[in-house]
């Protein structure tokens, strides 16, 4: 591959890559281990979700409490996760990648400062790879120039990824959680919930815009089938 | 093309999986379902003991005591407990067993009995040296003796002699006790398993008094009677315990709750309820805790007589003044967050520390001042004097707390001796001190006795009990001395919620300088005395004794914020009452809390004296007076030899890494290695400890989250996410090399 192919091809996961490299840096504390990362701690202490500060008028860490965790295995997995999701969703979802994360981000601390007002302190990116997931696979199940199987691949992978949602809501309880999360405070299925309702909120979205934007067909009477857009 | 898809897709779904499986292989839970958090991991090695600990625990000889029930019947506040222990000698040989096992620290004992075949032989109560030596006696002479002794008010010993080979032996204890109450909740506790103290000071020089795993120190004299030995880690107890509980509340029951167990809940009336354990018996590995929230409005919540012909009658009343108070107008605190960072608090209860006091920080107001104190066996300041309660400075606190972590010993004396100090000449504002603990020290008089100190009077305590099974104890005493009111954090509770509703207790302004006038009525020996200060939606619980019958208004009066506030009631004190006969046994108990209270850790003899009098007089077991019961018809029998084991107690829930391998065969927690226990407890538990900066104002760190809930949200992806990231990956890569192999063909 030519380095100017190698370019374009990073190009097309850059918000992702630029986001990984920024939470590599905001969790070197858990990275480095407890004992040397005391300046990246106290940075995360002033990130993270705090709703009695918020109250108090830090509003941004409705926002930054995303980019920070409670451990390295926290850490390690939700990164890996959003990672492979937004090499694959990113070029999916287009120039709207950054905002998406970015009203998702807000909206998600939002949800949790009004709703779980219980929550005293909140970490972690899950909520926002709830919205890259959702309005991903969305935008695969609804391409029109996709195959029916892959389709329907995309359409499982919604499926049981929704049913995980409504089973953490309605149980409040992880759905198939592995071990290695340990000890990292209380599950909030309302971060993910909130995720996944900005993540639905686009993809309506997408497709009112793309149903207006596409050329109308009229079908003719005698059952022939017009010639579709070239197959994936 | 199609094919070459399919095959790519079922080789990555399947390399997904087992490496899912792989991931997952190590840890399971007992009942095989899935792994989440809270819940406790076994690595599969130790499964297998596990398992097969629970369907066999362990050689069946080692378990004497085989079965627990407690029937517990509530009239109004009052609870009368009945324990039935079932225990089996599974030897050809004599047996003497020592079972030490706690009671609620206000519960008066008053009936003791052993039945062995067809023959009850009920128990009496003597003086404590007199009961012991009767006991030593019947041992000596083979006769079947049962001995029941106070070692604290909420942990007692029972000792059964010469039950013979492979025989049974059913003993049944009584007692009776008040329950809390917290504005309509009603709170009923029933300790099932005394949980490892932390034993401070030096070894004496004499031998120990007791069998347990602790030597007694200079702090700690009966510290091997308090000690008991454990259930190997990995093995659960020989027995289970039921519980039953009939309520007739008096007041419509509202709703009833299970705190720390599942209930299976009958009402039967309004006012009435049967209440047992829905899964049958359970393992006595931590506290049975009912909550239950009755209806009604006013002022007087109970009130119940008893006369006897000829005799003086008791009565005991319930008082909850209803006044239309307001939040207090900011009169500026001093509040002091003491908290225990011990190894025993490890797990859940550390969480729900951090929690609690994280909350209780961000009440304060702009005109307090604050400071925060974590102790195990070192102390670590948050600040070197009380600091303004500013939001830079709460932020900071709050980071403070979120940095600890729990290691080491119990070191509470000196941490409490440290915050309480006499008040200077313009430290006249009221000083509130939250400690927040499980308590499980073995010095209690030591820190109760400070507490007592009369130059510390501008300081209020607070105690907030933490774990599984806190030293109810010391809690309740620290509160009562120190004129506060103490809270229990369960390790189901929302310690959040919990958190707020201690800070709305302590921002309403205080009852104080409460009088009462009697009216025409003779009342006397009225406990508490002197009467305390009342919290907003604590009620004020009398006990006491009348000369004649009569009925009169009874006038409650009492000082809000400077303004004199009365409450006024009706009470009937009748000539002759049959009904409520346990409550001379209470108000005797009462009596006995009060000349104790008075001399706590230094009792005089004039005061010993009078604890026997009423231990004897009212037939109930205390620090002076025991329950024995000797089989005198019959012959002792010395044919065979004697062995004497104790019963082993079930590991308290959450505290299994007390316990190692090296101290398996024991059953001793990790900090009974040496005869000097403290500085070992220190180093067996010490873990690397991220503490907060020592002096002056903490850097805001989190090195962890609790385990709370309420405290920590964990945005965090799960298994089904990963898996599902991967395939996405790994479709999407197939995808787009298959396009371009077929742009290319």
């Given at each position: 591959?030519?380095?100017a ?15 990984a ?19 990246f ?13 918020i109250l ?10 995303h ?20 090499i ?8 709207a ?7 998702a ?8 400062l ?16 709830n ?5 991903g ?22 499926s ?73 | ?15 997904l ?23 406790m ?17 362990t ?8 079965q627990?029930?407690?029937e517990v ?6 609870a009368?407990?009945?324990l ?20 609620p ?30 006991y ?23 000792s ?71 259930i ?21 029951i ?9 209930l ?37 919540l ?21 006044h ?21 608090m ?26 925060i ?20 400075n709460?932020?900071?606190g ?23 100090k ?8 009221h ?12 010095n209690?008089?030591?820190?109760l ?34 004129r ?20 709305a ?42 000369e ?33 006969d ?19 850790g ?31 018809d019959i ?14 107690l ?44 020592p ?11 609790g ?5 920590g ?7 089904v996410s ?24």
């Amino acid at each position: 591959m030519s380095a100017a192919a190698f370019k374009a091809t990073l190009s097309q996961f850059k918000i992702t890559l630029l986001t990984a490299l920024v939470l590599c840096f905001f969790n070197a504390g858990s990275i480095l281990g407890d004992g040397q990362a005391r300046w990246f701690q106290a940075l995360n202490a002033l990130m993270e979700y705090d709703r009695a500060l918020i109250l108090k008028g830090e509003i941004w860490r409705l926002f930054t409490g995303h980019l920070v965790h409670w451990s390295a295995e926290h850490f390690y997995l939700d990164a890996l996760v959003f990672v492979a999701q937004g090499i694959v969703f990113e070029p999916k979802i287009g120039r709207a990648y950054a905002q998406v994360l970015g009203i998702a981000g807000g909206a998600i601390g939002l949800a949790l400062l009004l709703l779980q007002s219980d929550l005293a302190a909140y970490r972690g990116i899950s909520g926002l790879i709830n919205t890259q997931l959702v309005l991903g696979t969305g935008l695969f199940v609804f391409d029109p120039n996709l195959k029916r199987s892959i389709k329907g691949f995309y359409m499982a992978v919604l499926s049981v990824h929704m049913f995980k949602i409504a089973y953490e809501t309605v149980f409040k309880v992880p759905f198939f959680v592995t071990d290695a999360l340990g000890d990292m405070g209380l599950f909030t299925p309302l971060a993910h919930l909130g995720g996944v309702m900005v993540g639905l909120y686009y993809l309506l979205g997408s497709i009112r815009t793309e149903a207006k934007a596409r050329p109308r067909i009229e079908m003719p009477k005698c059952g022939f089938t017009p010639p579709g857009p070239s197959r994936d | 093309m199609l094919k070459l898809t399919k095959t790519i897709m079922l080789f990555i779904g399947t390399l997904l999986l087992g490496l899912t499986g792989a991931a997952r292989a190590d840890y399971v839970t007992l009942d095989g379902k899935p792994v989440t958090q809270g819940q406790m991991l076994i690595a599969d090695a130790g499964l297998a003991k596990l398992q097969a600990s629970t369907a066999v625990p362990t050689p069946t000889d080692q378990f004497i005591l085989r079965q627990t029930a407690a029937e517990v019947e509530i009239t109004g506040v009052v609870a009368r407990v009945r324990l039935r222990q079932v225990f089996e000698n599974p030897y050809d040989e004599r047996l003497e067993t020592i079972y030490v096992f706690p009671m609620p620290e206000n519960a008066a004992v008053d009936a003791y009995s052993f039945r062995i075949g067809e023959k009850v032989i009920k128990g009496v109560v003597k003086k404590k040296e007199e009961a012991r030596k009767e006991y030593e006696q019947a041992k000596q002479e083979g006769r079947k003796a049962g001995l029941l002794e106070q070692e604290r008010p909420d942990i007692f010993t029972q000792s059964l002699v010469n039950i013979p080979p492979r025989a049974t032996v059913v003993a049944n204890i009584e007692y009776v006790h008040t329950l809390k109450i917290d504005g309509a909740h009603y709170l009923f506790s029933f300790p099932m398993v005394v949980a490892p103290r932390y034993i401070p000071g030096q070894p004496v020089a004499r031998g120990n008094v007791g069998r347990g795993w602790a030597n007694d120190t200079d702090q700690v004299p009966d510290a091997s009677k308090i000690t008991p030995q454990y259930i190997p880690p990995g093995m659960r107890a020989g027995h289970d315990i039921d519980v039953t509980v009939k309520i007739d509340a008096g007041l419509p029951i509202q709703a009833i709750t299970g705190v720390t167990h599942e209930l299976a809940i009958h009402k039967g009336s309004e006012t009435t309820a049967t209440v047992s354990l829905k899964n049958g018996p359970v393992i006595p590995n931590k506290d049975f805790v009912l909550e239950y929230k009755v209806g009604g409005q006013s002022t007087m919540l109970a009130a119940m007589t008893h006369k006897g012909e000829g005799e003086d009658g008791f009565f005991s009343i319930v008082i909850q003044p209803k006044h239309s108070v307001e939040r207090q107008e900011v009169a500026p605190r001093d509040i002091v967050l003491l908290l225990d960072i011990s190894g025993s608090m490890d797990g859940t209860p550390i969480g729900q520390l951090r929690g609690f006091a994280e909350h209780i920080l961000g009440t304060l107001n702009p005109q307090d001042r604050f400071n925060i104190v974590a102790f195990n066996n070192d102390l670590d300041s948050f600040a070197s004097q009380y600091l303004q309660a500013t939001p830079e400075n709460i932020a900071n606190g709050q980071g403070f707390i979120r940095a600890l972590r729990s290691s080491g010993g119990t070191e509470m004396l000196p941490a409490i001796r440290q915050v309480l100090k006499p008040a200077s000449e313009e430290e006249n504002r009221h000083a509130y001190v939250i400690i927040v603990t499980d308590a499980l020290v073995g010095n209690d008089a030591p820190i109760l006795n400070h507490l007592n100190q009369p130059q510390f009077g501008r300081f209020r305590i607070y105690p907030v009990a933490m774990g599984s099974a806190p030293n109810d104890y010391l809690i309740q005493r620290a509160a009562e001395i120190g004129r506060g009111f103490s809270m229990r954090i369960a390790n189901e509770d929302n310690a959040v919620e919990i958190a707020k509703r201690f800070a709305a207790k302590i921002s309403y302004p205080i009852m104080t300088d409460l009088a009462i006038d009697w009216g025409q009525l003779k009342v006397k020996d009225l406990l508490p005395e002197p009467l305390p200060d009342l919290y907003a939606d604590r009620p004020l619980v009398l006990i006491g004794r009348y000369e004649k019958s009569g009925a009169a208004k009874v006038k409650l009066t009492g000082n809000i914020s400077g303004q004199k506030v009365v409450s006024e009631f009706d009470l009937d004190l009748p000539a002759s009452e049959t009904a409520h006969d346990s409550l001379p046994v209470l108000w005797a108990r009462a009596r006995i809390r009060q000349l104790t209270n008075k001399e706590i850790g230094n009792i005089s003899n004039a005061t010993q004296e009078k604890i026997t009098a009423l231990g004897l007089t009212h037939q109930i077991v205390t620090d002076y007076t025991s329950f024995i019961a000797v089989e005198r018809d019959i012959p002792g029998d010395l044919s065979r030899n004697l062995r004497t084991e104790p019963v082993l107690l079930a590991i308290p829930e959450g505290m299994d890494h007390l316990f190692n391998d090296t101290t398996q065969a024991q059953g001793q927690p990790i900090f009974a290695q040496t005869p000097h226990n403290a500085p070992v407890m220190a180093q067996a538990e010490a873990r690397p400890q991220v503490s907060a900066p020592p002096t002056a104002v903490g850097t805001p760190s989190r090195t962890n989250s609790g385990g709370s809930r309420g405290l920590g949200g964990g945005g965090s992806v799960g298994g089904v996410s990963i898996l599902l990231s991967v395939l996405l990956l790994g479709v999407r890569s197939a995808t787009i090399i298959l396009n371009r192999k077929k742009k290319y063909n």
